[in-house]
């Protein structure tokens, strides 16, 4: 019988592993070194804050695995021998695979920081990023975040769950505004500061210093400034987790490289999830994107092809969302924070500065080509519509109602957004 071996328990692994047993009886073994069971990642913080158990976190009861037939094996992956069609773990024992699906995911980056490797240095990534903050905040007087992206922020929050007084070093002149545009971000200040967070922009790491056991004990901005903390968190993107491949033929670039079939250079070897390159990106997509529903489509696509039904992934339309402490944040398509030239945008921001929302559309024709929307929550299934639909602006705004999530729990806007974009546009009939 036909072996699938999978490297990573995450949302991609699990989700090619429960989808291949739907279509076929195959012998199935998913692998991982983090932990015996799924969890959600996106879960972590909730567990810091009490609001859930890690239990809570994993979507499948224990027993799941056996009664579908899906071998787990929790030990971690040193080589891929790809001639002999193994895999080798760390204590020399190997697996014999036809068919190896690696799906291990990202990891924190470090950017070589002297100190880097000191107690009290972690990311927030794994399982075990979690047990050493559990360990450590009980003990620590001041944080020090290290990068402001979405997982610095929540770091941020989970520190303030826990009254632990926290410095936000942010490289950029403000908040995220590599993906948000100036009006959202400087919104995302204001709210960070609002929360008592000591935000610092235009911030960098220098290094890291040491008390005489080896824990963290301050770190050094690149404005020579020091700050006295006991956990430093580094959270200054992911990269994919791809260290054990590097002799093993597979081709990699940033990540593992693969085609539309997420299929490597290497005969019955792919690769999905956070740690998959695409060598030829979808329109207006990123070659590596670390989100979890790309992940799960990855994995689900994978396996129609592992069973016979070769399947491009195809991942539509670009969406994703997000929290910055009480705001929720979604976007679909595409707002960049630098408009191109054949790009105009309409900004709205609500009296109270917490609810935003910015369409992006083509001035030539006005086509709707995305739109960012804090503190309102709108439906995907509207905008994945309006932009196959190639929409125009004066259709959304017209239309907005339609988008409103849940007009029960979600105050209404639509009208306010609608003068305003009269007073700033002509809407054109359509
Ligand atoms: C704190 C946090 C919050 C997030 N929030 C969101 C969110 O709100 N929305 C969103 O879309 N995305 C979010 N993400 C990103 C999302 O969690 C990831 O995109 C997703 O989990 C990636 O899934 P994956 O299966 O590709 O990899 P992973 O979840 O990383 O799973 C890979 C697994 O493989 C294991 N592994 C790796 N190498 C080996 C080896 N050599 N041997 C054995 N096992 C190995 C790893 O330990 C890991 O368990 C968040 C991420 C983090 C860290």
Not at 47 to 58: A, I, N, P, R, S
Not at 137 to 147: E, T, Y
Not at 287 to 307: D, F, P, R
Request: net charge neutral.
């Amino acid at each position: 019988m036909e072996h699938i071996v999978i490297i990573g328990n995450g949302i991609s692994g699990v989700t090619v592993a429960r989808n291949i047993r739907k279509l076929s009886t195959k012998k199935i073994t998913l692998i991982s070194s983090e932990s015996e069971y799924f969890f959600s990642r996106t879960a972590l913080m909730y567990v810091f804050m009490g609001h859930l158990k890690f239990e809570h976190t994993q979507p499948y009861e224990n027993d799941f695995w056996k009664k579908n037939n899906i071998n787990l094996i929790f030990n971690h992956v040193v080589a891929v021998e790809a001639d002999e069609k193994k895999v080798v773990f760390k204590d020399h024992s190997s697996l014999d695979y036809d068919k190896l699906v690696i799906a291990s995911g990202s990891k924190s980056n470090k950017f070589g920081w002297k100190g880097q490797h000191l107690k009290g240095v972690l990311g927030l990534y794994h399982k075990l990023d979690l047990d050493n903050l559990e360990a450590l905040a009980p003990l620590c007087k001041h944080a020090v975040i290290v990068g402001g992206g979405l997982i610095g922020i929540e770091l941020a929050e989970m520190f303030h769950s826990r009254n632990i007084p926290v410095t936000f070093l942010v490289r950029e002149k403000s908040f995220w505004d590599n993906v948000l545009p100036l009006g959202e971000s400087q919104m995302i200040n204001r709210h960070i500061l609002e929360h008592h967070i000591d935000l610092r922009l235009e911030t960098g790491l220098l290094k890291i210093l040491s008390d005489e056991n080896g824990n963290a004990r301050a770190i050094v901005t690149d404005k020579n400034e020091t700050i006295e903390c006991q956990i430093v968190g580094l959270t200054a993107g992911v990269s994919p987790n791809i260290d054990f491949l590097k002799n093993s033929r597979i081709e990699l670039g940033r990540g593992v490289k693969v085609n539309r079939f997420l299929e490597t250079n290497i005969k019955d070897i792919y690769a999905i999830g956070d740690c998959a390159e695409q060598i030829q990106p979808n329109k207006n997509r990123n070659n590596i994107e670390a989100v979890w529903y790309t992940g799960k489509m990855m994995g689900e696509t994978l396996a129609q092809t592992i069973c016979g039904k070769p399947m491009e992934y195809n991942p539509g339309n670009w969406f994703n969302s997000a929290k910055f402490f009480d705001i929720e944040y979604q976007t679909y398509g595409w707002v960049f924070s630098n408009p191109t030239e054949n790009e105009a945008q309409f900004y709205w921001e609500h009296q109270s500065g917490k609810i935003a929302i910015r369409i992006s559309y083509d001035k030539n024709n006005r086509v709707f080509l995305g739109i960012n929307t804090f503190g309102i929550r709108m439906k995907q299934a509207f905008f994945d519509t309006v932009l196959n639909n190639k929409e125009t602006v004066d259709y959304v705004i017209k239309n907005l109602k339609k988008a409103n999530f849940d007009p029960e729990f979600y105050k209404r806007y639509e009208n306010e957004i609608f003068q305003s974009f009269q007073s700033n546009e002509t809407i054109v009939n359509n």
